[in-house]
Nanobody, 121 residues
Framework: QVQLGESGGGLVQPGGSMRLSCSAS????????MGWYRQAPGKQRELIAR???????NYELSAKGRFTISWNNAKNTVYLQMNNLKPEDTAVYYC???????????????WGQGTQVTVSS
């Protein structure tokens, strides 16, 4: 059993900052990559940021320069530091992880339950 637990969402004013955290727990052999998606009302879920085990990162265009993804390997925890937040960043943010539960298993994709981020004055 593998679980992803997110924290750090809430209400923030435009221009403010927020940090999201997501920890993977359970029977995990290896994590290959972790990332964050978001879904705003009436819109499709979109990839915001992703980081691989090697430390390679990629960002959605609107997140570049404002958001930073990082990963604490020892804690199986990924962070998303969000600065200069805008009302259009309002969405449910989901953590994802590509991992192997056992060395003889293939790579599986796991999702967190989501955390609401609201940017409003």
């Amino acid at each position: 059993q593998v679980q992803l637990g997110e924290s750090g969402g809430g209400l923030v004013q435009p221009g403010g900052s927020m940090r999201l955290s997501c920890s993977a727990s359970g029977s995990i052999f290896s994590i290959l990559a972790m990332g964050w998606y978001r879904q705003a009302p009436g819109k499709q879920r979109e990839l915001i940021a992703r980081i691989t085990r090697a430390g390679d990162t990629n960002y959605e265009l609107s997140a570049k320069g404002r958001f930073t993804i990082s990963w604490n390997n020892a804690k199986n925890t990924v962070y998303l530091q969000m600065n200069n937040l805008k009302p259009e960043d309002t969405a449910v943010y989901y953590c994802t992880s590509d991992l192997q539960r056992r060395p003889d298993f293939g790579v599986e994709d796991y999702w967190g339950q989501g955390t609401q981020v609201t940017v409003s004055s």
